[in-house]
């Protein structure tokens, strides 16, 4: 079993950037692939990113390519979203999960989750 934790959130104002990240104990990260995913208040949860467990392979969601960058270390343990250019409609609570076998977008096929961590961007 893996516990995650996010952190990184906060408020800041369109165009900038924020950096989250996921630390994960328990069991190493590494044994698993990582997704990020968010949720907006009355919206359903959305795939933003994932990586492999080798760092090899990322994926993002259309919405966000190009401006966000999913990476992992798997010596501490930790899993990054470099979020740039930032827009209002990202504004959402950020999760990140870790996936047994080939992280997919869908949120449902993951394993373990963080408890979330709140982005707001203002226009």
């Known amino acids: 079993q893996v516990h995650l934790v996010e952190s990184g959130g906060g408020l800041v104002q369109a165009g900038d950037s924020l950096r989250l990240s996921c630390a994960a104990s328990?069991?190493?990260?590494?044994?698993?692939?990582m997704g990020w995913f968010r949720q907006a208040l009355g919206k359903e949860r959305e795939f933003v990113a994932a990586?492999?467990?080798?760092?090899?392979?990322?994926d993002y969601a259309d919405s966000v390519k190009g401006r966000f960058t999913i990476s992992r270390d798997n010596a501490k343990n930790t899993v990054s979203l470099q979020m740039n250019s930032l827009k209002p409609e990202d504004t959402a609570v950020y999760y990140c999960?870790?996936?047994?076998?080939?992280?997919?977008?869908?949120?449902?096929?993951?394993?373990?989750w963080g408890q979330g961590t709140q982005v707001t961007v203002s226009s």
């Open positions: 999960a870790a996936h047994f076998g080939y992280a997919s977008s869908n949120w449902r096929t993951y394993a373990y």
């Open positions: 328990g069991r190493s990260s590494s044994h698993y692939d």
């Open positions: 990586i492999s467990r080798s760092g090899g392979r990322t």
